[in-house]
């Protein structure tokens, strides 16, 4: 069993930047795919980002390669998306999650743990 829980949502204004973090309890985070994804009202969850489980390999959703830049740290158990240049359809809900394995990356089905969610909201 993995919790997984996110901060580092907020108020930004558009051109700014924010660094979200998702830290698991329970089985070590090492032995997980981690993913961001993201929500608003009305829509399905969208892929934002991914790191395999070494950290080596990472993958983006179309809408933000080049301005986001996930990480993570396995001593500390937490990944990390750092988003820059932020804009105003970057608003969502921001959902972390946890993967045993690299099938379908992309889909929020390969992830069978989710974090709470943490809030985005980019102001013009």
């Known amino acids: 069993q993995v919790t997984l829980v996110e901060s580092g949502g907020g108020l930004v204004q558009a051109g700014g930047s924010l660094r979200l973090s998702c830290t698991a309890s329970?089985?070590?985070?090492?032995?997980?795919?981690m993913g961001w994804f993201r929500q608003t009202p009305g829509k399905d969850r969208d892929f934002v980002a991914a790191i395999s489980r070494s950290g080596v390999n990472t993958y983006y959703g179309d809408s933000v390669k080049g301005r986001f830049t996930v990480s993570r740290d396995n001593a500390k158990n937490t990944v990390y998306l750092q988003m820059n240049s932020l804009k105003l359809e970057d608003t969502a809900v921001y959902y972390c999650a946890a993967a045993p394995t690299t099938y379908s990356i992309t889909s929020p089905s390969n992830y069978p743990y989710w974090g709470q969610g943490t809030q985005v909201t980019v102001s013009s």
């Open positions: 329970g089985r070590t985070s090492s032995m997980y795919l």
